[in-house]
């Protein structure tokens, strides 16, 4: 949806790059996992989580949440990917149990099988492809599935942190209202719920 999409492929996004380099401190320094799990405690209703439920957790870092959403989908699964090898390095020493692979969403994947719910947690704005993304993302959805975008931000903090942040991800923007239409429309999903205010984004849609 804006020059991002022009950029080389995954193999040369200077965000793998950026995203290796904090993995170590990411924990720490960038946000606190118990306090993001604490908050999504509040907010689970809006992901319809539910015992034996397949979740695909797109752009998981370190996997602050991915235990959680193991937590709430048992004795379903939780298949966790990222494109950054250092962060899911970290994620699994964490021994959560869930399966975590090596992936770029802007990039065609492997048969991963179809999921209840496909979320990007406080990761949509990386995509350096989000139109691709969104297309692909829509293929993993099963029967009655849902996709969601979730922040716990507002959509204006969102990009002007990362524009204040700089480097590479420098203009990693949340869609407007209308971009999201665009995007929605082009991967084939219907919008079901959007809630954009100064302390929580949420998109919601099906097939």
């Known amino acids: 949806m804006n020059e991002k999409n022009n950029e080389m492929n995954a193999g040369l996004d200077r965000r793998v790059a950026f995203f290796d380099a904090l993995a170590t401190h990411w924990d720490d320094d960038e946000q606190n996992p118990i306090q993001t799990v604490e908050r999504l405690r509040s907010l689970e209703d809006y992901l319809k989580l539910a015992p034996g439920r397949r979740v695909l957790e797109v752009g998981c870092g370190t996997g602050q949440i991915t235990g959680w959403l193991m937590e709430k989908v048992a004795p379903g699964s939780v298949t966790a990917i990222d ?95 209308q971009g999201w239409k665009h995007l929605l429309n082009t991967a084939g999903l219907k919008q079901e719920l959007l809630i954009d205010r100064e302390d929580l984004f949420i998109l919601r849609a099906y097939a």
């Open 83 to 177: 494109f950054s090898a250092e962060m899911l390095a970290r994620a699994k020493q964490k021994n959560i149990g869930a399966t975590f692979m090596q992936m770029d969403i802007c990039s065609p994947i492997p048969p991963i099988g179809l999921f209840d719910l496909v979320l990007c947690f406080h990761s949509f704005p990386h995509f350096r492809d989000q139109t691709q993304a969104m297309k692909t993302m829509s293929g993993l959805l099963a029967p009655n599935g849902r996709f969601v975008v979730m922040h716990l931000a507002g959509s204006k903090a969102i990009n002007h942190f990362h524009d204040n942040a700089g480097g590479a991800v420098a203009g990693d923007h949340l869609p407007d209202e």
